[in-house]
């Protein structure tokens, strides 16, 4: 059982690995990949029997092993020994150990810190609250009703008068509509831009309805959406 | 104000305000110079340094709080449970230490060095008031830029950032900067 508490512990990727490089008493420096790769997959594998959560992080650094390894693998026609596949990973790992092992200190840091207790501010709080109840004791539910009154008088607003009426207008350009209006375009004209269409009517209901529609007809696979570079002019094809 | 009458305030706004409260704040209150509150600080810190007082001056970066002493602390925990202590777990630990020695740094530097996504933990430790915001990278995206806050030295009992010990391997540290600059660029677009 204590394994599986020791494998909840690991912070990511890098973690798990340090725990293989530590039991196996490796030098990081010189790290047998295949081994380190194998065990790697095999705590993997444990770790979902168990149903840990094993985030992407996990499996990329998986499929990064298994990279170097295969760079080791192939013949090296260099002796540059800067050339080792394994130096950008012993670099994380070492930078990496740095700052676990500075957090351990931080703990150690707030244990300490801990112990010294500082009065909670909270009172302050709580006495201005002290004060608002103090005000609102002159006061009496008339005073209210003389200042909602007042508010409302300023506002123009009676008691008892209808509510104000709005009106709710149908949309102008349903999606359907607009459909109509691309698939009109595109019978005489092989491709049209966004823009030209837009052109048509240029208001916020129209755009929308024209935007919805694009999508929809591109989901029945009815038109083509081009563009040639970044930020250009955006066509559309009929198919 | 004389030096005494200085003292005096200064030593009810800190006990009524718990906080680590600044040096600034109390200068424009008081309206005295520099100087002559550095002064009443530290003959209140002598006071309280004395074997029968049981009340600690710390001082955290520009700031000052009055907290019980530690040696207490086992008379006070059995007067009440101080719940707004909870100890922070290895990987908020993590985080804050990669911050602490390396702000101002943005999220996906702490990614990088972790090997793991961070944003959760960022934004707890955010809410705990132990780092902020200090500004945006001038990089695709704009990225935002972390640091420690006064509450994080008040937290780790540290005077300044220039407390924290230097990092064992600095130089190989340096030097794995520079090799991976270029890398950050990439993933930030």
């Known amino acids: 059982m204590e394994y599986i508490v020791n494998l909840n512990k690991f912070q990511g990727p890098f973690d798990l690995l340090f725990h293989l490089i530590e039991e196996n008493e490796i030098e990081i420096y010189d790290i047998p990949i295949s081994e380190i790769t194998e065990q790697y997959i095999i705590h993997l594998d444990r770790m979902s029997e168990y149903r840990l959560d094993i985030t992407s992080e996990f499996i990329l650094m998986a499929s990064t092993l298994i990279e170097i390894k295969?760079?080791?693998?192939?013949?090296?026609?260099?002796?540059?020994?800067?050339?080792?596949?394994?130096?950008?990973?012993?670099?994380?790992?070492?930078?990496?150990?740095?700052?676990?092992?500075?957090?351990?200190?931080?703990?150690?840091?707030?244990?300490?810190?801990?112990?010294?207790l500082p009065k909670p501010?909270?009172?302050?709080?709580?006495?201005?609250?002290?004060?608002?109840?103090?005000?609102?004791?002159?006061?009496?539910?008339?005073?209210?009703?003389?200042?909602?009154?007042?508010?409302?008088?300023?506002?123009?607003?009676?008691?008892?008068?209808?509510?104000?009426?709005?009106?709710?207008?149908?949309?102008?350009?349903?999606?359907?509509?607009?459909?109509?209006?691309?698939?009109?375009?595109?019978?005489?004209?092989?491709?049209?831009?966004?823009?030209?269409?837009?052109?048509?009517?240029?208001?916020?209901?129209?755009?929308?309805?024209?935007?919805?529609?694009?999508?929809?007809?591109?989901?029945?696979n009815t038109i083509k959406i081009i563009q040639d570079n970044l930020f250009e002019e955006i066509y559309l094809i009929s198919k | 104000m004389n030096i005494t009458e200085v003292k005096s305030?200064?030593?009810?706004?800190?006990?009524?305000?718990?906080?680590?409260?600044?040096?600034?704040?109390?200068?424009?209150?008081?309206?005295?110079?520099?100087?002559?509150?550095?002064e009443a600080i530290n003959s209140l810190i002598l006071d309280y340094e004395s074997e029968d007082r049981g009340i600690i001056l710390k001082k955290f970066g520009d700031s000052y709080q009055l907290k019980t002493k530690d040696k207490n602390y086992q008379y006070i925990s059995s007067l009440y449970k101080p719940n707004t202590h909870r100890s922070l777990s290895d990987a908020a630990m993590e985080t804050l230490s990669i911050i602490a020695y390396k702000q101002p740094i943005t999220k996906i530097e702490i990614e990088h060095i972790r090997g793991i996504k961070s944003s959760y933990i960022i934004n707890a430790l955010k809410d705990r008031g132990l780092i902020e915001v200090t500004g945006k990278m001038d990089k695709p995206g704009n990225p935002l830029l972390y640091g420690t806050t006064k509450d994080f030295l008040s937290y780790f009992g540290l005077k300044s950032l220039d407390e924290l010990p230097k990092l064992p391997y600095d130089e190989d540290l340096r030097s794995l900067e520079k090799d991976h600059e270029g890398e950050d660029e990439d993933e930030i677009e």
């Open chain 1, 70 to 116: 295969s760079k080791m693998l192939l013949p090296s026609f260099s002796d540059n020994e800067e050339d080792d596949p394994r130096q950008d990973l012993v670099n994380r790992l070492i930078e990496y150990k740095l700052f676990k092992d500075v957090s351990e200190e931080f703990k150690d840091w707030e244990e300490e810190e801990l112990k010294f």
């Open chain 1, 121 to 220: 501010k909270e009172e302050v709080e709580y006495d201005f609250k002290f004060n608002e109840q103090i005000l609102f004791e002159e006061i009496n539910v008339y005073d209210l009703l003389n200042s909602i009154n007042s508010l409302l008088k300023r506002r123009k607003i009676e008691i008892g008068r209808e509510p104000p009426k709005f009106n709710i207008r149908y949309d102008e350009y349903s999606v359907t509509k607009c459909i109509k209006i691309i698939k009109n375009i595109l019978k005489d004209k092989s491709k049209v831009s966004l823009m030209d269409i837009f052109k048509i009517d240029f208001n916020k209901g129209f755009i929308i309805a024209i935007f919805l529609s694009i999508l929809e007809m591109t989901r029945d």
């Open chain 2, 9 to 38: 305030a200064v030593e009810s706004m800190l006990f009524i305000w718990g906080d680590p409260l600044d040096l600034k704040d109390i200068e424009d209150i008081l309206q005295v110079e520099r100087v002559k509150i550095d």
